[in-house]
């Protein structure tokens, strides 16, 4: 093999690394589901989709990973699924300022 063809095998080995992982990343992200109120946890977190309670829901939580703004978020609590930003469970913890 030459230097050459050894290089471009290199870089396109990379390169089919880096985008088979971020492609996994991008559809586990994908894959994530709603969280439905009769699912078994959220029951017994008493999780709703709209926070009754001034000032506590999903998006001033410390347990709601990701950034501030999408509808739907990851949650610490509920792993693999994705709760409502205005929503509420018995876990709200305030975010640390």
Same mark, same amino acid.
């Given at each position: =093999?030459? @230097?050459? @063809?050894?290089?471009? /095998?290199?870089?396109?080995?990379? $390169?089919?690394?880096?985008? *088979?992982?971020? $492609?996994?990343?991008?559809?586990?992200?994908?894959?994530?589901?709603?969280?439905?109120?009769?699912?078994?946890?959220?029951?017994? =977190?008493?999780?709703?989709?709209?926070?009754?309670?001034a000032d506590q829901n999903c998006n001033n939580c410390s347990l709601v990973q990701g950034e501030a703004g999408p509808e739907w978020r990851p949650?610490?609590? /509920?792993? $693999?699924?994705? *709760?409502?930003?205005? $929503?509420?469970?018995?876990?709200?913890?305030?975010?640390?300022?």
């Amino acid at each position: =093999m030459s @230097n050459l @063809n050894r290089r471009t /095998f290199f870089k396109i080995s990379a $390169g089919t690394i880096i985008g *088979v992982t971020a $492609g996994s990343i991008s559809l586990s992200a994908l894959a994530a589901e709603q969280l439905k109120l009769d699912d078994p946890l959220a029951a017994a =977190m008493r999780y709703s989709h709209k926070s009754e309670i001034a000032d506590q829901n999903c998006n001033n939580c410390s347990l709601v990973q990701g950034e501030a703004g999408p509808e739907w978020r990851p949650c610490a609590i /509920f792993p $693999g699924k994705l *709760v409502a930003s205005e $929503g509420w469970c018995a876990a709200w913890a305030k975010k640390a300022a």
